[in-house]
């Protein structure tokens, strides 16, 4: 991710017949295209066709006071983008010629000299404050000098003194103020009639119960809302006060024209609809328009029986509560009225036992239990009694309901017994590899749901089976582990012996399920069983010997963050999403999008070969349930507590203490902008997002410089001066001093490295005069670490030694590595800058420690850890930094850079004479 693509300037010189075609630029940090001109100088015959823009702050900018002249831009293509085309400057621009000619993916309005993207309010409501953006919506709602909008997501208040009506539909635009109660826009710009097909948002429920709750007001206001068991305690015209029954809380409601009130009086039970929730002044009020209604909410007659029966039952777990109907027939004459004592015991299958009681009960096997009465209640004559009971249960088993009914002198008046199966629910959904590095077969799959909005759970023989491949290769290599039972859960043990020393152990995860703790004996079993890559990133090496320092024992304590590992019948379940976490190896992921599940590999995310597919799903057209906004806030803590390299040296104790807790708070946009501004405020190269889950799959954000931290910016404008100074336009060798020196740029590490690295020290060789030279990793931003060792195989014959420390579980190793290259006798330096990062950074560490030549430039940008892709329960992937860090000889972290041996400033990077004189 850079800042801007491409960026052409007019301040000195006229420049002419510009075309810029079949281009594809995606997520730069601010603009994809700048052209800027100044008075005196011009841009002429501009043409910018058929190219593809996606993410970033602005598509394109056309920036001159009058030097603009002959700008064609059609057929290319805009998407996610805060703004599509800016004008700046006094050229006359044909907005509607404009728009036709392009294709964006919001229906684009201008504004103030650009073209913005017209948004739902949904997507309005999570913009940043004084975002410049245009919403549609209907008024729903209109004050003396403001109005409503509101759609099927919410309602959002605009200040503005244009006249609209009820009903209308209007584009409104301007910087979005917001504060704890309403967000505002300026500058009504056009209006349409409501169509007549165009309904009102469905009402929210509100329990009345929670108008004492200070943040559920908030989070309602404005909202149109339906209530229900009010109770009318007073009329005088058109304002009624209601309450509910029994409760210190009163609303007044005002009344709007057009609602009957002749058959309402105080006392009666009523259900409001439509009813609108106002702030103003510190104060809620409810105000009841015209569209809605009132009506009598009826309370059913009761009879008392001595034997009390239970009706028809049916348990719905799909739906995560299971109602209980509860049908109560007299057989005998009982008073016209009384009060009655209901109690319910809810006895679990381990023993433990829940009693509904006055309304207060401990929690045990039950998770959450609601009656919809009071505990006493009147029982007015003969009839029936009819009455919900909601219990939501996630542990498997039989359950028995013991009901009884007391009269108001805790007389028992009849009792019954209920007996029910709870099973554990689960769905099967398809698997389906799509990656290229790993090879397994297309499978059927259980996942576990403690409730419906529940996130899943796997059985862990089940996933180490899908991760084995099948027919095929697979991700890792199951005969190599063993699964035994034991008192508390699973041992997985993973035996190894070494064929050249004789030595041989085993490491282990251990499942206690009844402490719910998973231990490790190292961070080494997380990858001891992992398969090779289906391309050979180490052609040509040989690990010569490697030298282990063990680390301590892990123990992860999943109680502390909110996840459970459970036993169905014979399975070993735990959260899938920690299950891929431990098992699936450092480059190979199963990604779960509520639809399917898909094997994808690293390389494909990086390249964003798959973004598409894992975004498409039915969670499109679905809101993000609480569950899975919780378990995502919990699974960043835990993953990134246990699992990143760099929780050292930021000093931090749990990332519960970095991360906000509105990740766990919020849906839709906001949820995955929450853990985008996390990510970043990181401060570290090698933890960034990259995908948005399918919750909100139009949305792909993308930083600006001004969302990173010092140390990433200082990267990106070493990054600008590097190319200002064309330090990375080199492609191949240059020479210095008569071709006495030759400096070979590599601006990455891949496959083809070693190659093309081989081919321009042949070049060099061939020139017959070249005795030192120059490595030049000036623009390096890392890669392949295999590419990077073959490359060192030419400079030195000697084993080539990497060191690695793990922060987790304190561990240390050397590996020694020996390339079957031949390598060139030259005398050999290394250039280094503030952007020589990752695999970069470690090749000008082991220069250093194996004195292979002089490191000159500017201290390198540092990045020690090995990158790992991290996917969310709510579907976001990102990249973090691994528990894989690499070290000097001395095992201290190269996080921070390597200091060169020659300081060399950025200006002067392609003086010869400066050059010279730093490798003398």
Sequence with gaps: MVPSGIRVDASDATLETITIENNEFMNFMSQSLVFETDEANALVNVSVSSNSMSGGELGILLHGESGLDDVSVESNTFESMDTYIHYEGDEDV???????????????????????????????????????????????????????????????????SDTVSEGERVLVGGALLKD???????????????????????????????????????????????????????????????????????????????????????????????????????????????????????????????????????????????????????????????????????????????????????????????????????????????????????????????????????????????????????????????????????????????????????????????????????????????????????????????????????????????DNTVTVDSFDVFTAAQQGTQTDFGADLELADYDLQEGDPVVFELEDYNFELLNYEEDYLMPFHIANLFFSGSMFDVYYNGDALYGIDTYQVLDGDVTDTLQDSDWNSESMPETYQEATYDYLAFSFDHFYGLKEDQDVNTYYNVFPDDIAQSGGRSHYREIFNSVYALDDLHSWYSITGAYASSYNPSASISDLGPRSQAFYEADDLLRQNRVCAQQGPSYYDDGRVARVPIHEFDENTPDAFKAMLDRVAEKGTVEEVIVDLSCNTGGVVGGMIQVLGYMTDEPIPLYDINPTDGSKS??????????????????????????????????????????????SAGGAASIKANITPSGAILFMSSTSVSANADFESTEMGIPVDVQIPFDLYMDEATVLDAIE
């Design 814 to 859: 050397t590996y020694y590595y020996e390339a079957d290259i031949e390598k060139y006798d030259f005398e050999w330096h290394v250039f280094s800058s503030p952007k020589t990062f990752s695999a970069g950074n470690m090749m000008v560490q082991v220069v250093k420690d194996m004195g292979l030549g002089t490191i000159i430039g500017q201290d």
């Design 180 to 514: 704890s109660y309403s967000t505002s826009l300026h500058e009504v710009l056009a209006q349409e009639t409501l169509s007549s097909d165009m309904a009102l948002p469905e009402s929210q429920y509100m329990d009345a119960s929670e108008l004492d709750n200070d943040a559920f007001l908030r989070r309602f206001v404005h909202h149109r809302l339906r209530l229900e068991g009010l109770e009318i305690l007073s009329r005088s015209g058109d304002l009624l006060t209601l309450a509910l029954e029994d409760s210190e809380s009163q609303i007044e409601l005002v009344v709007g024209e057009g609602l009957e009130l002749a058959d309402y009086a105080a006392g009666d039970h009523v259900s409001i609809e439509g009813v609108r929730l106002i702030h103003e002044n510190g104060d809620y009020t409810l105000s009841l328009e015209d569209a809605a209604h009132l009506s009598l909410y009826e309370t059913p007659e009761y009879t008392i029986d001595t034997n009390l029966e239970v009706g028809e039952t049916e348990f719905v777990l799909k739906d995560s509560m299971v109602p209980l109907e509860l049908i109560l027939e007299s057989a005998a004459e009982s008073p016209a009225t009384t009060k009655g004592q209901f109690e319910m015991v809810v006895n679990g299958p381990d023993g433990g036992s829940v009693t509904l009681s006055d309304q207060v009960f401990p929690l045990t096997m039950v998770d959450a239990m609601h009656y919809e009465d009071e505990a006493l209640f009147d029982l007015p004559g003969e009839g029936t009694m009819e009455r919900s009971l909601n219990m939501m249960f996630t542990h498997p088993g039989l359950y028995t309901i013991e009901i009884s009914l007391y009269d108001e002198d805790e007389k028992l008046i009849g009792e019954t017994v209920h007996a029910f199966e709870v099973e554990t629910p689960y769905i099967t959904v398809d698997f389906e590899n799509l990656a290229d590095e790993y090879l397994l077969d297309d499978a059927e799959v259980p996942l576990y749901l403690e409730t419906k909005d529940g996130v899943p759970y796997v059985d862990i023989e089940t996933f180490l089976s899908l991760l084995d491949g099948g027919s095929q290769d697979g991700a890792i290599d199951l005969d190599a582990l063993n699964i035994v039972e034991t008192d508390a859960g699973i041992d997985i043990v993973y035996d190894w012996e070494d064929e050249e020393t004789g030595e041989s152990g085993s490491e282990a995860f251990q499942f206690d399920f009844d």
């Design 94 to 160: 044909s907005w509607d010629a404009l728009l036709e000619a392009n294709t964006f993916d919001f229906e684009p309005y201008p504004m103030g000299g650009a073209a913005y993207p017209v948004l739902p309010i949904e997507l309005a409501l999570e913009m940043s404050d004084d975002t410049l953006t245009v919403t549609e919506g209907v008024v729903s709602g209109v004050e003396a000098e403001a109005f409503y909008l509101e759609d099927n997501t919410g309602a959002l208040r605009v200040t503005s």
